[in-house]
């Protein structure tokens, strides 16, 4: 879900840029910016520059969390050996002790 939301913002970040690219060419072919240009590119480059840092801080969370999830995963799998080893232990001494 998480990553959905990254690859989604990354995408969104790719429409803001080619939304500024037309701004620009466009008053490029015009010869000058009108100030209504001039503020809106600015505008736009301002949330484009704020949504390329919520995509990075997200994916550099997205690797944090996997990191963790990896080692828990580690942790869980060492925990389950263990108490396996210790349930076949208490299965083998109530076995012999039946026998």
Request: charged share 40%; proline share 0%.
């Amino acid at each position: 879900m998480i990553s959905a939301l990254a690859i989604s913002d990354k995408n969104r970040v790719k429409k803001r840029q080619a939304e500024l690219d037309r701004l620009l060419e466009s008053a490029i072919v015009k010869g000058s910016y009108t100030l209504f240009e001039a503020r809106e590119k600015l505008k736009l480059q301002k949330r484009l520059e704020e949504m390329e840092k919520t995509a990075e801080e997200t994916l550099r969370i997205l690797e944090k969390r996997r990191q963790e999830m990896n080692y828990s995963g580690i942790l869980d799998r060492t925990r389950m050996q263990s108490i396996e080893k210790t349930l076949e232990k208490h299965f083998q001494k109530g076995k012999s002790k039946h026998d």
